[in-house]
């Protein structure tokens, strides 16, 4: 709960994004590509020792996923007014990270 809080306050400054802006394009990622990559940047986060280690895995993932932090970014930003869709996105990354890794993945 602790984590899910911390990550929905991460997005609030989203909500106040300019709404007579022009609509972005959107982020091509599912939900279930925003889950699996948000969590492995968690994890990422928790196993390396120095931000250029984390930035070396992180670069990884999103090369290995064949998208960008730009796209991980939009996702927010297309769902930011749908707090229903990003707090399920929330507990289900935070369900995940409380997995072990070899388990935590759903199925496709």
């Known amino acids: ?15 106040g994004c300019n709404r007579n802006a022009p609509l972005a394009e959107p982020s091509g990622l599912t939900r ?15 196993r390396t020792h120095t931000a250029q280690e984390f930035e070396q895995q992180k670069k990884q993932i999103f090369q290995k996923a064949g998208v960008s932090e ?6 927010v930003k297309e769902n930011a007014n749908d707090v ?21 993945r759903a199925p496709h």
């Open 70 to 75: 730009e796209a991980l970014q939009k996702y």
């Open 1 to 15: 709960m602790k984590n899910t809080l911390r990550i929905l306050l991460l997005a609030l400054p989203l909500l």
């Open 32 to 46: 279930n590509q925003f889950i699996d990559i948000y969590v492995q940047l968690r994890r990422a986060q928790t």
């Open 84 to 104: 229903a869709v990003l707090a399920d996105a929330w507990d289900t990354i935070s369900n995940r990270l409380t997995l072990p890794a070899d388990t935590a």
